[in-house]
Structure formats: C-alpha cells, structure tokens
Nanobody, 129 residues
Framework: QVQLVESGGGLVQAGGSLRLSCAAS???????????MGWFRQAPGKEREFVAA????????YYTDAVEGRFTISRDNAKNTGYLQMNSLKPEDTAVYYC???????????????????WGQGTQVTVSS
C-alpha cells in the first residue's frame, strides 16, 4: 500500500545540518482521512527512539525533548514527501533514521513505534566531533 524511502543521511561535523527526506509511493497522503508520518532513530545497542511526528491532515507537530528546537518536521503534499530538517547536530544524534507512516486513526500513541504500520529502510546519520 505505502512504500517509504528515506534519503539525505551522511557524515557531518558537530554543529552542522542535514535534511532527511521520506518519499512515499502508492496513494497520496491527501487521499487518506487520517495520515501520520513519524521519524525514529536507532543507535547500535539501543532501542528505536521517537524523534518527531507530523499529523498530515491536522498539521500537528511533535518532537522528543532531545531534538526540540534543533529539528523541524515538515511536509510537501505536492511531492508526497516528508522532511526532517536537522540543525545543530550533536554526536549523540548519530543513528539510523527511519520514517514511518500510519494511514488510519492513532490508537496507542504518536510517539510509539508500534503505532506505525509502514516503515522505510533507514538512512545513516553520523555526526563527528
């Protein structure tokens, strides 16, 4: 139904910026009554961690405390693509970043990985000191 592809990861020095993209194929976001896109990250030896989420229809944005004020989640409905702008990057931001989507009303919580039904393959972000 929904296929997600992340891009934009790479190696950057601390204090630098990256913009991640999550391109969706299949039905357009606007064709769903409810659509939510989330970003998660996972570092080696750690559980998958919530980063940010966007309620497509309502326009609500959510961030984890660790990235508040540094990261911005956004959308481009014409391109059926979500973005995560990451500024003032820190070494502790190093992880594989995943985008995820939910095409029906939320049930367990927008910050929970098991809320989402579709996942991208991940893109590596490495921040050096």
């Amino acid at each position: 139904q929904v296929q997600l592809v992340e891009s934009g990861g790479g190696l950057v020095q601390a204090g630098g910026s990256l913009r991640l993209s999550c391109a969706a194929s299949g039905r357009t976001f606007s064709s769903y009554t409810s659509y939510t896109m989330g970003w998660f990250r996972q570092a080696p030896g750690k559980e998958r961690e919530f980063v940010a989420a966007f309620s497509w229809n309502g326009g609500y944005r959510y961030y984890t405390d660790a990235v508040e004020g540094r990261f911005t989640i956004s959308r481009d409905n014409a391109k059926n693509t979500g973005y995560l702008q990451m500024n003032s990057l820190k070494p502790e931001d190093t992880a594989v970043y995943y985008c995820a989507a939910k095409t029906s009303p939320l049930r367990v919580g927008i910050r929970k990985p098991n809320e989402y039904d579709y996942w991208g393959q991940g893109t590596q972000v490495t921040v050096s000191s």
